[in-house]
């Protein structure tokens, strides 16, 4: 398969993803290199359905290949939350990891359990279907921000597996086990397939 374009704006997703995707597509491009906007409202409860959605849309729209994730951060003791809203938690990173943090003031290492999750999907015209791959990350909110790689709530998720948060790693390592690349190795196996 040639081409592929991913269904994002998020500089930041768009370079964790590009690289993991670059053995088995030739031009990866995302929706920032086109100067039309293409609005897709995501309005489900649902990561899965989300991801569709976009893919489709994209897909449909550029007549090609398109993935799109929807990807989101469940902290158990604030019952899900951020979930679903997950990018819409506060308006940038840094008020999103603060409102986080400030929500389970008090709340001691044990209570602060935490999962990422990533839905990909993948679109592919000529069949006109969608294909739905999931990946998981499981770890812990610290209590204050460390480090300065990756994105989003990086700073502030501790990996046990890794005994360091995700923004002390390099966008590489990252890959290597994290919710997206995990699903993203799920889909790769499955495009070989093809
Ligand atoms: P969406 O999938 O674009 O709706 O956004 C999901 C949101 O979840 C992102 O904007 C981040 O805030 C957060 N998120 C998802 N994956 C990660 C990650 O790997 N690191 C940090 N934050 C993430």
Request: aromatic content about 12%; some cysteine.
């Amino acid at each position: 398969m040639k081409d592929l374009i991913m269904a994002t704006t998020n500089a930041g997703k768009f370079a964790e993803l590009k690289p993991l995707l670059a053995e088995h597509f030739k031009e990866i491009c995302s929706l920032a290199d086109f100067p039309e906007t293409l609005q897709v409202v995501e309005d489900s409860p649902h990561y899965a359905q989300n991801a569709m959605k976009k893919a489709r849309k994209v897909g449909g729209h550029f007549g090609m290949p398109a993935l799109a994730d929807d990807s989101g951060l469940e902290v158990a003791a604030l019952g899900g939350r951020p979930g679903i809203r997950s990018s819409r938690y506060g308006r940038n990173d840094e008020e999103r990891m603060e409102r986080l943090l400030h929500e389970l003031d008090g709340i001691p290492w044990d209570g602060r359990g935490a999962k990422f999750k990533a839905y990909v999907a993948l679109y592919l015209p000529e069949k006109d279907r969608c294909y739905v791959f999931y990946g998981e990350l499981k770890g812990f909110i610290g209590f204050e921000q460390h480090g300065s790689h990756g994105f989003g709530y990086d700073p502030v998720f501790y990996s046990p597996e890794l005994g360091k948060y995700l923004a002390e790693i390099s966008t590489d390592e990252k890959n290597k086990f994290s919710h997206r690349g995990r699903a993203i190795a799920l889909l790769k196996t499955f495009v070989e397939t093809l």
